[in-house]
């Protein structure tokens, strides 16, 4: 069974950068839509950005647009997200997410996703 190891947070300095990474055991990812969502306290889980299988096409939200990028190195079967110019809206608990069966297209909806990485912490301050 896959499962998905999330690392990378921390404590950063408003307009400051992190890289996050998934590792992924068990099942090769390269036939997997992946995805990272981020909660904040109070808030409802949203998507941060995903990337299809094969093709590899990817999404973010406009307002993150130029600031994250998600990579897949699926000779080391990881994930990574970078961050840059991190704002203290960007505080929240980040996890990976993996799933099959969406094609061509990835897709931001929780639900969709089988397999989670445990979440790791992102606190943007001074």
């Known amino acids: 069974q896959l499962q998905l190891v999330e690392s990378g947070g921390g404590l950063v300095q408003p307009g400051g950068s992190l890289r996050l990474s998934c590792a992924a055991s068990?099942?090769?990812?390269?036939?997997?839509?992946i995805a990272w969502f981020r909660q904040a306290p109070g808030k409802e889980r949203e998507g941060v950005s995903c990337m299809s299988s094969g093709v590899s096409n990817t999404w973010y939200p406009r307002s993150l647009r130029g600031r994250f990028t998600i990579s897949r190195d699926n000779v080391n079967n990881t994930v990574y997200l970078e961050m840059n110019s991190l704002k203290p809206e960007d505080t929240a608990v980040y996890y990976c997410?993996?799933?099959?069966?969406?094609?061509?297209?990835?897709?931001?909806?929780?639900?969709?996703?089988?397999?989670w990485g445990q979440g790791t912490q992102v606190t943007v301050s001074s």
């Open positions: 068990g099942v090769a990812l390269d036939d997997y839509a």
């Open positions: 997410a993996a799933t099959t069966g969406l094609g061509r297209l990835c897709s931001t909806l929780p639900r969709q996703y089988a397999y």
